[in-house]
């Protein structure tokens, strides 16, 4: 037994042996170097904030372009902080993941954060950054696709790239309208600003939201954020697609930015509890509320759905809103929960309407949501509901 005893304790030496073996080699064991450079990023983050350039250069590699310092020139920050989260090293070279919090002032209540990944040099027993880029798998923040320009309107902040100041100032003046608009419909208790960044292109709409740019080819516009954010959350961003939207009418253009910043008014009462029917719907319904076209107008494929004989038998399900499915289906679906909105605005009353949204989002989950809160806000139950919206389609597209 006592030899057993004394074997077992040679083994685990051998192991702790190993152990410190192994953090010789630098990986397991905490490396001074990566608090060092923390300070270092903590100085290139003060320097961004006080647009010191001297000071900003003075943490790059030599012969490093100041890409990043430069593209950020015009964009209002109140805050901007690195936390180094990996630290990855080789003699005198280093990559560090890092967290990148920042604000935009006057419009982010609390810090966006971005995943980073940074590479490092040592020279002269200092380090410097040679690349500062987006993880892998991150999206890309406007300022990696080029230097910004921004435009300020009454209620907005309009930020782009490869963009005129006086194409800016047209989303701008888009925005500034969508605002009150969607003020008057849903009510104040959001932050009544827009923040819209313009890309060059698709394929920099893509990057800023981390996606293939095969799925936003046709989409003019999308709003970022997560859905039931609470109020301290950062502004959301409505990202436009310069090349789907540019082909747009002015009535169109108009009824895209009031379609989004309905999408950032709501999105505190948009939880996981709320169906894409509803909240795609009311977006749409906020959009052409007052537009005076009929509808067949705004709903022309399912116009032509409904007048062949193809009602649909149900409310559109979250799939059918998949970017990368069929048109003519995508476009129903949208056109499908627009109706299913006017149909309770009409029937029960816009107050109603906003009350039912604000009553499914309210729930924990999806399942009961909606039943619970026809029952509860239009007294009617989603079979008796879902018939009046078929009997809707008919009257209004047949």
Same mark, same amino acid.
């Given at each position: 037994m006592a030899g057993r005893r004394h074997a077992s304790r040679a083994g685990l030496t051998l192991v702790l042996l190993l152990a410190v073996l192994v953090g010789c080699g630098g990986s397991a064991v905490p490396d001074a170097a990566a608090a060092e450079v923390q300070r270092v990023l903590d100085r290139r983050a003060a320097a961004v904030l006080d647009r010191d350039e001297p000071a900003y250069r003075a943490t790059e590699q030599t012969g490093t372009p100041l890409t990043e310092f430069g593209n950020l020139r015009e964009v209002p920050l109140a805050a901007w902080s690195y936390r180094v989260t990996g630290f990855h090293r080789s003699g005198d070279r280093a990559t560090a993941d890092a967290e990148l919090s920042y604000r935009v002032d006057g419009y982010d209540k609390a810090p966006v954060t971005s995943a980073r990944t940074l590479s490092l040099t040592r020279t002269g027993g200092k380090w410097y950054v040679a690349s500062?880029?987006?993880?892998?798998?991150?999206?890309?923040?406007?300022?990696?696709?080029?230097?910004?320009?921004?435009?300020?309107?009454?209620?907005?902040?309009?930020?782009?790239?490869?963009?005129?100041? +006086?194409?800016?100032?047209?989303?701008?003046?888009?925005?500034?309208?969508?605002?009150?608009?969607?003020?008057?419909?849903?009510?104040?208790?959001?932050?009544?600003?827009?923040?819209? %960044?313009?890309?060059?292109?698709? +394929?920099?709409?893509?990057?800023?939201?981390?996606?293939?740019?095969?799925?936003?080819?046709?989409?003019?516009?999308?709003?970022?954020?997560?859905?039931?954010?609470?109020?301290?959350?950062?502004? =959301?961003?409505?990202?436009?697609?310069?090349?789907?939207?540019?082909?747009?009418?002015?009535?169109?253009?108009?009824?895209?930015?009031?379609? +989004?910043?309905?999408?950032?008014?709501?999105?505190?009462?948009?939880?996981?509890?709320?169906?894409?029917?509803?909240?795609?719907?009311?977006?749409?319904?906020?959009?052409?509320?007052?537009?005076?076209?009929?509808?067949?107008?705004?709903?022309?494929? %399912?116009?032509?759905?409904?007048? =062949?004989?193809?009602?649909?038998?149900?409310?559109?399900?979250? +799939?059918d809103f998949g970017f990368t499915g069929d048109a003519a289906q995508l476009a129903q679906a949208y056109e499908g929960g627009w109706l299913a909105c006017r149909l309770i605005a009409d029937r029960w009353g816009e107050v109603r309407l906003n009350d039912f949204y604000r009553a499914v989002g309210g729930h924990d989950k999806r399942a009961g949501a909606v039943q619970d809160a026809l029952r509860d806000v239009l007294d009617t139950t989603p079979e008796k509901f879902t018939e009046q919206w078929r009997e809707y389609l008919r009257a209004q597209l047949g």
């Open positions: 500062d880029k987006p993880a892998k798998d991150a999206s890309e923040q406007l300022w990696d696709q080029g230097a910004v320009t921004v435009v300020r309107g009454e209620h907005s902040l309009v930020m782009g790239v490869g963009q005129s100041d +006086e194409r800016l100032r047209a989303y701008a003046d888009l925005a500034d309208r969508a605002v009150p608009a969607v003020s008057q419909a849903w009510g104040t208790d959001w932050s009544g600003h827009d923040v819209v %960044l313009v890309p060059r292109s698709v +394929e920099g709409m893509a990057g800023l939201l981390g996606a293939p740019a095969s799925g936003y080819q046709g989409i003019a516009a999308v709003t970022t954020g997560e859905a039931g954010a609470s109020a301290k959350a950062p502004a =959301d961003r409505i990202i436009i697609n310069p090349d789907a939207y540019g082909v747009l009418g002015d009535f169109g253009k108009q009824v895209v930015l009031t379609h +989004e910043t309905t999408h950032v008014a709501t999105r505190a009462h948009t939880t996981a509890a709320t169906p894409l029917w509803l909240s795609e719907g009311y977006a749409d319904w906020v959009g052409y509320l007052g537009s005076g076209r009929t509808a067949a107008q705004i709903a022309p494929e %399912l116009e032509r759905a409904v007048t =062949d004989g193809h009602v649909p038998a149900a409310l559109p399900d979250d +799939e």
